[in-house]
Each structure stands twice: as structure tokens, then as C-alpha cells.
């Protein structure tokens, strides 16, 4: 009964940001997480359910014996978006290309944080000069435009690797890495100050103990609103290279790539082959953005509108907590404008 | 007392990017020349005998011990050497002063296009918040952001260029059309030589490209001056300001938005740098003859040597524009400094 009560206690205490949030934030998360669980169930239940393969350019009618796909059928019945001039169906490859898409992402993603927080973590907490190297490492790899740094890591990869999921997600999640140190670390600068965690020291507590235990979970809310715009960003680059040739090796069902092979298509009047892929990235790329943006409208206290937090505050001690925890972010990123909240990324294209 | 702050601030910016360009060119050297093998046998290598290969590499100071190319590259990076390319007999620094000026021009009429959709749009949506002028501008910032510009690109082409035939499809002028090369800018070169029409040709060639990118950054744009605007907004001069009588047109850009400037002029600066870099997919796609363009083009031939030369000149341009910047918020707004 306790920990049940407890636990509805929990769950009511995690949502109240959101209930506090406005309603256009609440109704953006919403959208944009209908269209993210849509893609997951396109790519997991879609490839199941669907009777063309994204590499498939043949049918077995006989034990044996093949028939070909037609080439660069308009959208039909058989072929609900049509088929390419290599035969292959695009509704296929657009299921092939969310399962491959959803699943550089998740690697590149969780790549970028298990190496970026734990450098954050360590950075901000000792600080001193191993603090100073890895600040100018990361904000040189920052400022460096990340498609060409995407690029360069999956051609250096080549040399070594098959092209492929892991390579790919290797190129693409590099660039994401100084993005959650920054914010862990500068949050950590703050967090090491806060009496709990003085007094935690002061207990004999072991360095791996206060950081994993507690500072770890009050940097880490942070991280969610990195971690969005990075997976969008991820299908994003992964496209990209896919666009360039440097992504997975063809003929892997990759969006970007598709638009690709599609280019001499669209001149002469066939739209599918390059129309869908497209709509693809762009319809997978909006839900994980707007679930983002939400988010840091939730978290960041700062963007929710003065009326509709003052009122639903009103009276809790919660707002002087929660007002200078926006502010723990370091002056000087803030007055740089490079604090990676990330509504304000910079494009590379 | 107010000298003095600039001073060291401006000090203090200077010493920090030194060692962001030595780390930045540390990093070039180890991902392009250290880590993936020789570029000689990964370009030409098939075609030549073990001698010609030996010599080529002589030439190429290939056989020298990694530290003393290390030292070599660095060396020549920060004197403005690039060194050469394998596959092309032009040195890269002649590489850079062929393709520099097309991807300039590109990155000027883009940025031109984002700052305007972008601080129009965006200011607007931060005053008018939770309207629906907001969430229209909102939704145009993220959409727009998801689209990869390669295939806005290919639409732009096939509406304006193949179907309505506004616009070439892609190139700059070329030709007769283009001005007589002097600095390999065509705007400047025909205002230069007077060639109306080359300057005409060049613009119209510019459009698709610049408008197509230009969108796309304005749409983070929007979101950038959104944000900050909702920021100022909310601070206790703009109420002032207000409860004085000053006009709300004034309120919004003289009070709010000039205090909202330091952080948008540095993430436009810093796109403005990274688009000096070359615009990797535009270019690509409306085969602009820039360095992004060459970029690929030398990646695709597998030069090593020349992507290391060019990504050089790419990591100083962006480390020296972001220190600009920085330079210019210093002077700008005293609460940037120390």
C-alpha cells in the first residue's frame, strides 16, 4: 500500500511540470510522441505485416521460380507507393529505412551520452586542469560544423569497417558528444556547491558514490531535452550522408540515400520515389523535435509563460527552487548565447 | 576602468582560441592523416608502379616519421600552406581561391534571407505568444528544420526551375554569362567591370540556392529570436518602457530586442562561419562549384591529403570568425565581459 502510494506520489510530483507547462507545450509533446510511437510501430510491426522487403526486387511465384517487380510502377493497389527503378517497393523501403533510421539513432544517441555525462560529471566535480583540456577539446569539436565532422568520421571509419549500423551511429553520435558534457558538466559546477553535497563529502562519502548518487540525479534532467533534438538531428544526418553516399551500404533501405537514387526520377515526372522517403524524414524529424521543444518548455522554467506558471506556482516554495536551476548554467555560455539548449543549434548544411 | 575590462576580456578571448586552433588542427591531422592509412595507395595507388608510388610518397613527405609531418602540417596550416593534393595537380590553397568566393557568395545571399525571415518571424511570434501568428511561426521554424534541404532542394528545382523555368536549375553563371574573373566573385568582379548583365545572370543563378538554404536556417532562426525575445520580454525594463507610453513597435525592437542581440549575433555569426565552410548539401545538390561541393568531390576520389588541406582552411576560418564575434559582443555589450 505504501510504496504504491509512494509511487503515485512520485509520478504525481514528475508531472506537475507538465501541468504547469502551457497548453500549447502539452499538446506539441503530444503530437510529436503519437508520431515517434507511430514510426517505432511502422518499423517494428509494419515489417512484419508488410509483404515486400525494402531490398526485395523479386517475387517467388513457384517454388523456384522468380518474378520480377515491376520497375517504376505509380502508386497501385500491389504497391501502395509505387516501386523503384530498381524494382524495389518504396512503401517497403520506407519501412526498412524507419528501422534503420530509429535504430542509428537510438546507438548514436546513447553513444554521445554514455561517453559526454560521465566526462561532464567528472569535469565540472574536479575541476582544475583536466577540466580546462576537455572544455577546449569538446568546444573544438562544437565549433566544428557537424555534417563535414560526420562525414570525415564515416570515411574514416571505411578505411577500417564495413559500412553499417554501428559505423554510421559512430559518425553520426560524435558530434553530440560535447552537447551533454557541457550541460552536465556546467550543471555540475553547481550542483557541487549545494549543502547536500558538502555534506555528503564531509560523511566520507567515496567521489564515485556523490557523483553517481548525488549529483547525478540533479544534473540529469538536463539531459532529456538534449537527447531529443539530437535523435532528430541524428535521422537528419544520417539522410545526409545517406544523400552523399557515405552512409549505410547500399542497397540497405536508407531514406536519405532513396531521395538520392530519386534525383533523375523527378525531372521527368515520377514523384514517388523521391516524395516519400522525403515526407519520411521530414514527419519522423518534426514528432522528435516537438516532443523537444515541449520539453524544454517544461524543464526550462525561464520560456513557460509568465501567467500560466505564476498562477499554477502560486504559493509553493517551488519556484525560488526552481528559478536559479535554469540559471545554474554557467554566465559566460549564457552570455555566448552557446548555452546547448539547443533551440538554438546551429544548422550545417 | 571600462578600457581595462575590454582589454582583458579581449586577451582573454584571443588566448583562448590559440589553443582551439591547435587542437582543432591536432584533430584534422589525426582523423585525416594518421588514421586512415595512405592516401597514395588509396587514390592512385592501382595505377602506378611500386616506384612511382615510393616517389610519390618522397614528394609527399609520406616517409617521414609521424611527428615530423605533424610538425610539417602544423607548421604550413598556420602559415597558410594547405599543402597538395594527390589527385589534383592544383596546390589546395589554389583549391581554396578557386571555390572560396562561389561558397562565399552563397553564404552571404543565405544568411541575408535567414536573418530576415528569421528576426521578422521570430520577434513577431516571441510578442504575439500563444497566438496563432506563434504557433504558425513555430510550426514553419520546425518543419522546415526537419526537411532535409537536399529534397526541399530538389522541389525548389522542379517547381521554379523545370516547371515554371524561373530560375536555372543549378551552377553559377558560367561562360559568357560570367564576369570576367578579377577576384573569382562574381558580384564584385562584374560591378568591377561593369558588366551589368554578368551581375544580373549571377543573381538570378543565386536565388534557388540561396533562397532554398536561407529558409531553412532562418527556420532555426525563428526559434533563436523567439526564445530570446520571450526572454527580454519578461524583463522589468520592457514593463517600464511600457508603462512610460513608449510605443509598442519601439518597446519591441529598441527595448526588447537590442537586449535580446548578443546571443542571436553569436549563434548567426557562428552559422555564418560554418556556411563560410561550405554549404556540404546545397552545393551538392545545385552543384555550386564551392568548397563543400570539393569537399565531397575529393572524398569521393578518396584524396586524403586535399580534404585534410581544405578541412584545415575550414577549422581556421571558423575558429577566427568565432573570435570576431566574440570581439564584437565585447564591444557591443559590456555585461559580456570579465
Known amino acids: ?349 | 576602468m571600462k578600457g581595462s575590462s575590454l582589454r582583458r576580456y579581449l586577451l582573454v578571448r584571443v588566448a583562448l582560441t590559440v589553443p582551439m586552433v591547435l587542437i582543432l588542427l591536432t584533430l584534422v591531422f589525426l582523423l585525416l592523416r594518421v588514421a586512415p592509412g595512405d592516401p597514395i595507395k588509396a587514390t592512385v595507388g592501382a595505377r602506378l608502379s611500386p616506384e612511382q608510388i615510393a616517389e610519390r610518397r618522397e614528394a609527399l613527405g609520406l616517409n617521414d616519421p609521424i611527428l615530423v609531418q605533424y610538425g610539417r602540417y602544423m607548421a604550413g596550416a598556420l602559415t597558410g600552406d594547405f599543402g597538395d593534393p594527390v589527385t589534383d595537380r592544383r596546390s589546395v590553397g589554389q583549391i581554396i581561391a578557386d571555390t572560396a568566393p562561389a561558397t562565399f557568395e552563397l553564404a552571404v545571399f543565405a544568411m541575408v534571407v535567414a536573418v530576415i525571415v528569421g528576426v521578422v518571424v521570430g520577434a513577431l511570434a516571441g510578442r504575439l505568444r500563444d497566438t496563432p501568428f506563434d504557433v504558425g511561426g513555430r510550426l514553419f521554424g520546425i518543419v522546415i528544420y526537419a526537411a532535409p534541404i537536399f529534397w526541399l532542394g530538389l522541389l525548389a528545382q522542379l517547381t521554379f526551375a523545370v516547371n515554371l523555368r524561373w530560375f536555372p536549375t543549378a551552377g553559377r553563371a558560367s561562360g559568357f554569362d560570367a564576369p570576367e574573373e578579377i577576384t573569382g566573385f562574381y558580384i564584385l568582379d562584374s560591378i568591377i567591370t561593369r558588366d551589368w548583365a554578368a551581375l544580373a545572370t549571377t543573381l538570378h543563378h543565386l536565388v534557388l540556392p540561396g533562397v532554398t538554404l536561407g529558409l531553412v536556417i532562418g527556420g532555426v532562426f525563428v526559434r533563436l529570436v523567439r526564445v530570446n525575445m520571450l526572454q527580454t520580454l519578461r524583463a522589468d525594463y520592457v514593463e517600464a518602457a511600457r508603462a512610460r507610453g513608449v510605443a509598442e513597435g519601439r518597446v519591441l525592437f529598441r527595448h526588447a530586442f537590442k537586449n535580446a542581440l548578443v546571443p542571436i549575433v553569436t549563434i548567426m555569426g557562428l552559422q555564418f562561419a560554418i556556411l563560410l565552410g561550405g554549404a556540404i548539401l546545397t552545393e551538392t545538390v545545385f552543384s555550386w562549384p564551392g568548397l563543400g561541393a570539393a569537399i565531397v568531390g575529393f572524398i569521393g576520389s578518396r584524396d586524403y591529403s586535399a580534404v585534410q588541406g581544405i578541412v584545415t582552411f575550414i577549422a581556421i576560418v571558423i575558429a577566427v570568425v568565432s573570435l570576431l564575434i566574440d570581439v564584437i559582443n565585447g564591444f557591443v555589450d559590456p555585461r559580456v565581459r570579465y
Not at chain 1, 499538446?27 to 503519437?34: E, K, M, R
Not at chain 1, 555525462?117 to 575541476?127: I, M, Q
Not at chain 1, 556547491?193 to 563529502?201: H, I, Q
Not at chain 1, 509553493?316 to 540559471?327: F, K, L, M, S
Request: glycine share 10%; aromatic share 10%.
Open chain 1, 1 to 349: 500500500m505504501t510504496t504504491l502510494s509512494t509511487l503515485r506520489a512520485k509520478l504525481a510530483h514528475a508531472y506537475r511540470p507538465f501541468r504547469q507547462a502551457s497548453r500549447t507545450s502539452r499538446v506539441l509533446i503530444f503530437i510529436g510522441l503519437a508520431i515517434v510511437l507511430f514510426y517505432v510501430l511502422v518499423a517494428v510491426v509494419g515489417a512484419q505485416l508488410y509483404e515486400y522487403e525494402g531490398t526485395q526486387y523479386r517475387v517467388e511465384v513457384a517454388p523456384g521460380e522468380f518474378e520480377d517487380l515491376p520497375q517504376l510502377e505509380p502508386p497501385s493497389r500491389e504497391h501502395p507507393f509505387g516501386t523503384t527503378r530498381d524494382r524495389f517497393d518504396v512503401l517497403g523501403r520506407i519501412i526498412g529505412g524507419a528501422q534503420l533510421a530509429l535504430a542509428v539513432m537510438f546507438l548514436a544517441v546513447a553513444f554521445a551520452m554514455v561517453i559526454g555525462v560521465p566526462l561532464g560529471l567528472v569535469s565540472g566535480y574536479r575541476g582544475g586542469r583536466l577540466d580546462r583540456v576537455l572544455v577546449t577539446v569538446m568546444d573544438a569539436i562544437y565549433a566544428f560544423p557537424s555534417l563535414l565532422l560526420a562525414i570525415i568520421i564515416s570515411f574514416m571509419l571505411t578505411a577500417y569497417f564495413e559500412p553499417g549500423v554501428v559505423s554510421a551511429a559512430l559518425a553520426v553520435g560524435v558530434v553530440y558528444i560535447p552537447q551533454y558534457f557541457r550541460v552536465v558538466r556546467n550543471h555540475t559546477l553547481s550542483v557541487k556547491e549545494e549543502p547536500f553535497v558538502e555534506a555528503a563529502r564531509a560523511l566520507g562519502a567515496k567521489e564515485r558514490t556523490i557523483l553517481g548518487r548525488y549529483v547525478f540525479f540533479n544534473v540529469v534532467q538536463s539531459v532529456p531535452v538534449i537527447l531529443t533534438l539530437n535523435a532528430a538531428d541524428a535521422i537528419l544526418t544520417l539522410a545526409s550522408l545517406g544523400f552523399l553516399g557515405y552512409g549505410v551500404q547500399p542497397p540497405t533501405a536508407e531514406w536519405g540515400y532513396d531521395v538520392s537514387q530519386a534525383i533523375t526520377d523527378v525531372s521527368s515526372g515520377i514523384w514517388w520515389t523521391a516524395f516519400w522517403p522525403g515526407m519520411a524524414i521530414i514527419t519522423l524529424v518534426t514528432g522528435l523535435t516537438l516532443v523537444g521543444e515541449g520539453l524544454n518548455d517544461v524543464i526550462n522554467p525561464l520560456l513557460r509563460a509568465r501567467g500560466a506558471a505564476g498562477k499554477a506556482i502560486a504559493g509553493e516554495a517551488e519556484e525560488a527552487g526552481a528559478e536559479p536551476e535554469a540559471a545554474a548554467l554557467d554566465d559566460a555560455a549564457v552570455d555566448r548565447g552557446t548555452v546547448p539548449t539547443l533551440e538554438t543549434g546551429v544548422e550545417n548544411r
